[in-house]
C-alpha cells in the first residue's frame, strides 16, 4: 500500500514539473511575441508595470489587486501615446490617450457581455450589434452618429469593451498575442477616441492667475492689490490693531499736535504752534504776561486820481427822506465830442458875408404849385342809381 502511494506522488510530481514548463515556455513565448510586435511599431517592452492599476479601474481593469500586469509595449501610434498590456490570465488591454479629458463615461460593449459593474452608468441604447453605456446621457448622445454605428458594426467580436477612462480610450479583449489582432484592436480604440472628443471636457480646478495679467478675471477675490491704496489698507490695519490692544474704557492715543485727527494738516503744509500757556484775549480783557488787546486798524479804502473829479450834488431829500436805491449818474459829454451849432442865415451880419466877398445865399424856392383857377374842373360823373335807371329804361 506504500508502495501504491509513492507511485502517485511521483506521478503528481511529475505532472507539475510538466506544467509548470510549458507554461514557462508559453510565457516567454508571448513575451517574445509581444516583444517583436512591440519593436515593429517602435514601442518599447517592459515584463510588468504596477502604475497601470492605479490609473485604469473600470470596465475590464475592474479586477482583484493581486491581478498583475505583464508585458506592456508603450510608445507612440500614430502620433498618440498607446500602452498594449495583459492582466494575467484575465484579458489583453489597449489604451489610446485623448488629446482632453473628460468627466463623461462612455462604455460600449458587446451584447454577450455583463453589464459595467459601476453605479455611476446608465443604459443609453443600442449600437449596432453592441450596447452603449453612459454616465450623462445627454452628452454621450453627442457621440451617437453614423461613425460611431460605423464603428460598432465594424469593431470584430473579440473586441468585447471599449470604454474611456480620465484622457484615455481603452479596448480589451480575451488573453492574445496575435500580432494582427493587436493591431485590429489598436486601431479600433484609435478611433474610438477621435470620436469621443464631442465629449465636454473636465474642468479641472485652476490656481489664481497672475494679478499682473491683464486679461486675467477682475473680481474681488482675484484683484490686484496694486489696484487699492496701500496708504488706506496700512491705516485700516493700524486702527484695528489700535482698537483691538487697546482696554475698554480707556482713552485712545492722543494724535500729534494735540489736534484731533480730522484737524490734522495734509502732507506738506506748514504747521504754526502757539506757544504754550496763551489764552486769546478781547476788547477789554487783559492776561498777565500777554500783551493787551489791539484792535486790527480800520480798512481804508485805496483811494484814485479819478475820484478827485466833482461829483453832482445830492438831490434834496424829500418830505419822506433820500431816495434809496440805485441813481443814474449824469453823463458829461466827452473832451473830444463835437458839438454842431445850427446857423440861421437871416440873422447872420451882411458885414461877414461881404469881407469875404461871398454873398447871402437865397432860401431854397418852393416847389411852384398850380392855382386853383388854373386846376381842370373835372366832370360830375353820373352815380350808380343813375346809371342803373339808364340801363333799364
Known amino acids: 500500500m506504500t508502495t501504491v502511494y509513492f507511485v502517485i506522488a511521483v506521478l503528481a510530481l511529475i505532472g ?4 509548470l514548463w510549458l507554461d514557462r515556455n508559453r510565457s516567454e513565448q508571448v513575451h517574445h511575441q509581444r516583444a517583436v510586435w512591440g519593436e515593429e511599431h517602435s514601442f518599447k517592452f517592459r515584463e510588468s508595470d504596477s ?59 458587446y ?59 481603452l479596448g480589451s479583449m480575451p ?13 479600433t480604440v484609435r478611433r474610438f477616441a477621435d470620436l469621443l472628443l464631442v465629449l465636454p471636457p473636465a474642468v479641472d480646478p485652476q490656481d489664481a492667475p497672475d494679478p499682473r495679467d491683464p486679461h486675467g478675471p477682475i473680481s474681488d477675490e482675484l484683484a490686484d492689490e496694486k489696484t487699492e491704496s496701500l496708504r488706506d489698507k496700512a491705516r485700516r490695519r493700524r486702527a484695528e490693531q489700535d482698537a483691538a490692544s487697546a482696554e475698554p474704557g480707556a482713552p485712545g492715543p492722543r494724535p500729534e499736535n494735540g489736534r484731533p485727527a480730522a484737524d490734522q494738516p495734509a502732507p506738506g503744509r506748514p504747521v504754526y504752534e502757539r506757544p504754550a500757556g496763551y489764552r486769546p484775549t478781547g476788547p477789554g480783557q487783559t492776561v498777565p504776561g500777554q500783551p493787551a488787546y489791539e484792535p486790527p486798524p480800520r480798512y481804508v479804502p485805496r483811494t484814485s486820481p479819478l475820484d478827485a473829479s466833482p461829483r453832482p450834488a445830492q438831490p434834496p431829500a424829500g418830505p419822506e427822506g433820500p431816495r434809496s436805491g440805485y441813481q443814474p449818474r449824469p453823463t458829461e459829454a466827452a473832451a473830444d465830442e463835437i458839438v454842431v451849432e445850427e446857423v440861421d442865415y437871416d440873422e447872420l451880419p451882411e458885414a461877414r458875408f461881404g469881407e ?10 418852393p416847389m411852384r404849385q398850380r392855382p386853383a383857377a388854373e386846376q381842370p374842373e373835372l366832370p360830375d360823373l353820373p352815380s350808380m342809381q343813375v346809371r342803373d335807371d339808364r340801363d333799364l329804361d
Open 51 to 109: 502604475k497601470l492599476r492605479t490609473v485604469f479601474r473600470r470596465a475590464a481593469m475592474d479586477v482583484p489587486e493581486g491581478v498583475p500586469v505583464r508585458d506592456v509595449a508603450y510608445g507612440l501610434y500614430e502620433g498618440v501615446e498607446a500602452v498594449v498590456f495583459d492582466l494575467e490570465e484575465t484579458a489583453t488591454v489597449v489604451a489610446v490617450r485623448r488629446p482632453t479629458a473628460s468627466s463623461v463615461t462612455v462604455d460600449l460593449r
Open 175 to 187: 488573453l492574445t498575442a496575435d500580432p494582427e489582432r493587436l493591431d485590429v484592436a489598436l486601431d
Open 16 to 19: 507539475a514539473g510538466v506544467l
Open 356 to 365: 469875404e466877398r461871398f454873398t447871402r445865399p437865397p432860401r431854397p424856392t
Open 111 to 169: 451584447e454577450d457581455v455583463l453589464a459595467p459593474a459601476e453605479t455611476d452608468v446608465e443604459l443609453l441604447g443600442a449600437m449596432g450589434s453592441r450596447v452603449m453605456f453612459a454616465s450623462n446621457l445627454d452628452a454621450a448622445r453627442r457621440t451617437c452618429d453614423r461613425r460611431m454605428v460605423a464603428l460598432a458594426t465594424e469593431a470584430p467580436p473579440y473586441i468585447e469593451i471599449l470604454w474611456n477612462e480620465g484622457n484615455w480610450a
